[in-house]
């Protein structure tokens, strides 16, 4: 206790540093984040669906191709679309990773078992130098 007292900043920022730390794996509801070439392998290796959780407007100027559309807000309206990729891998993507986080904790709540997150979204997949398409 006397540690403690004598190193209160320490200890507060080793508390905080932590709960940063366990932040996304608490509010992506414990979903894996993958860099853009972890994600490409996945598509390939096992037919990963991609599940693009942006607006229609940002779909709309370019999306990573094959990826399905359904934006956050109408997701759990839309989950019967996409049911029966229940046994695959599930990519989401957002523009920066922050609502395909969301997204990731509703699917694994749904029964969706193996979401993955794109850590840092279409912009971290454009920094690759991957393609975007505008075909639907």
């Known amino acids: 206790m006397e540690f403690v007292e004598q190193n209160f900043m320490w200890v507060a920022l ?18 894996e984040n993958l860099s853009p070439s972890e994600a490409t392998l996945l598509i390939n290796r096992e037919d990963a669906l991609v599940l693009d959780v942006r607006e229609s407007g940002e779909w709309s100027s370019g999306h990573i191709p094959g ?7 109408q ?22 990773g922050n609502r395909s986080s969301s997204a990731c904790g509703r699917l694994k709540k749904s029964g969706f078992e193996k979401v993955f997150n794109l850590s840092g979204g279409v912009s971290a997949w454009l920094g690759a130098n991957l393609p975007l398409t505008t075909k639907s």
């Open 14 to 31: 080793a508390a905080i540093s932590g709960g940063m730390l366990l932040w996304p794996m608490i509010a992506g509801g414990g979903a």
């Open 67 to 73: 990826a399905r559309h359904i934006t956050l807000g």
């Open 75 to 96: 997701l759990d309206k839309r989950l019967s679309e996409i049911e029966k990729f229940k046994d695959r891998p599930i990519i989401v993507v957002c523009a920066s």
